[in-house]
């Protein structure tokens, strides 16, 4: 069993910050990259920002320069760093993980979780 644990959405007024955390427990045996999605009222969940085991990164173009995410290893944590928000970046913020787990015989099995979500209000 794999559980995700969110935290640190709110509400915030314009051009304020916010940090969501998630972290990550149970049986993992390698995290292939952790992520941050959201999905706002009558819109498609849609990738905020995903980081690799590797360290490689990918946002989406309105967060670019303003959201960071970040990654404790020893932790199995990922963080969302938001500054500057605006009202449109009112959504639910899902954390996604891609990891490997090790079956009962031992081997290597690929699976991906979400988190319950967290909302972000950002009012203006």
């Known amino acids: 069993q794999v559980q995700l644990v969110e935290s640190g959405g709110g509400e915030v007024q314009a051009g304020g910050s916010l940090r969501l955390s998630c972290a990550a427990s149970?049986?993992?045996?390698?995290?292939?990259?952790m992520g941050w999605y959201r999905q706002a009222p009558g819109k498609q969940r849609e990738l905020v920002a995903t980081e690799t085991s590797g360290g490689r990164t990918n946002y989406l173009d309105s967060a670019k320069g303003r959201f960071t995410i970040s990654r404790d290893n020893d932790k199995n944590t990922v963080y969302l760093q938001m500054n500057s928000l605006k009202p449109d970046n009112t959504a639910v913020y899902y954390c996604h993980l891609d990891l490997a787990v090790l079956s009962s015989s031992m081997s290597e099995k690929d699976i991906d979780r979400w988190g319950k979500g967290t909302l972000v209000t950002v009012s203006s």
């Open positions: 149970g049986n993992i045996f390698r995290i292939n990259e």
